[in-house]
């Protein structure tokens, strides 16, 4: 009871008046949202907050799902038009990056019977963040008619880097992507000792010739050099999506750039694009 002794304090940042600007959204709506995405959950994750406030944000609707949901049949995921699979450290990745967790979906019927149900649905869209774009590489989701599978590679400099990066969008052609300025250096944070994404140059030259590269690291003015690329990414690939458009995954945290008081919601741009672009997918 000693909560009600306790004074609710704000603190906003300066000429906040409620709007998350430029995009004009609410932190207060109370209408219904356009659409429903699951946050998809496995033990040792811990992006699933930050997830589910920028997705509520934007406008979806948001849906909490953990593993055990679908591995004993409780959820199945066919009333949901997204699904994200969020950042952290799945297993303590004591497997590898996403290894744990991929085989929950694998060695699990209900749960592999889940996600294959969804992704047979040509009304979905579905996004991998960090341990969650680990998963799908793992599981083979964005390129799975490719004989040799990109993988997820240590940084090249053998650390676990946590900072802030800059990504220049590569293609609009993705619903991430669509709403972006492609010449504007968007500021999101990344936080992984496994993000150096690798493919062969037959896979390379695919994702480039059909615009399915999503993001490149870049410098603050957009420039895409070496000294941007914070983990040695063949290409400074920071983002990739499916042939499809539909199936995305990206290893910095745009759900960590989206609170003004933090002065930066350049992430909330990405989540409004993916809203926007449901319906066209």
């Known amino acids: 009871t000693n909560y009600k002794n306790q004074p609710l304090q704000y603190s906003f940042a300066p000429g906040w008046e409620g709007k998350m600007a430029p995009l004009g959204l609410d932190p207060f709506r109370t209408k219904k949202g356009k659409a429903t995405a699951a946050i998809i959950r496995e033990k040792g994750v811990n992006g699933d907050r930050e997830m589910a406030y920028s997705l509520w944000l934007a406008g979806f609707e948001v849906k909490d799902i953990h593993m055990t949901d679908l591995i004993s049949g409780r959820e199945d995921l066919s009333d949901v038009q997204m699904i994200v699979f969020v950042g952290g450290f799945s297993n303590s990745d004591v497997l590898g990056s996403a290894k744990g967790w991929a085989g929950a979906f694998l060695y699990n019927p209900k749960a592999k019977q889940a996600l294959d149900a969804f992704y047979a649905r040509p009304d979905t869209l579905s996004l991998g963040v960090c341990n969650g774009c680990q998963l799908m590489i793992e599981l083979g989701l964005i390129t799975p008619d490719h004989t040799e599978k990109p993988k997820m590679l240590h940084n090249a400099s053998h650390k676990f880097i946590c900072k802030n990066v800059f990504l220049r969008p590569a293609s609009n052609l993705s619903p991430m992507t669509a709403d972006l300025n492609e010449n504007k250096a968007y500021k999101i944070p990344i936080a992984h000792g496994e993000g150096r994404y690798f493919a062969d140059e037959e896979t390379l030259k695919l994702l480039n010739d059909q615009g399915q590269v999503m993001f490149r690291y870049c410098e603050s003015d957009g420039a ?58």
Do not use: K, Y
């Open 224 to 281: 895409i050099t070496d000294s941007a690329n914070p983990n040695g990414a063949i290409q400074n690939i920071a983002g990739v999506c499916n042939e499809g458009r539909n199936v995305m995954g990206m290893m910095p945290h745009p759900e960590r750039a989206a609170d003004e008081n933090l002065l930066n919601t350049d992430g909330l741009a990405l989540f409004h694009s993916l809203l926007n672009h449901m319906v066209t997918v």
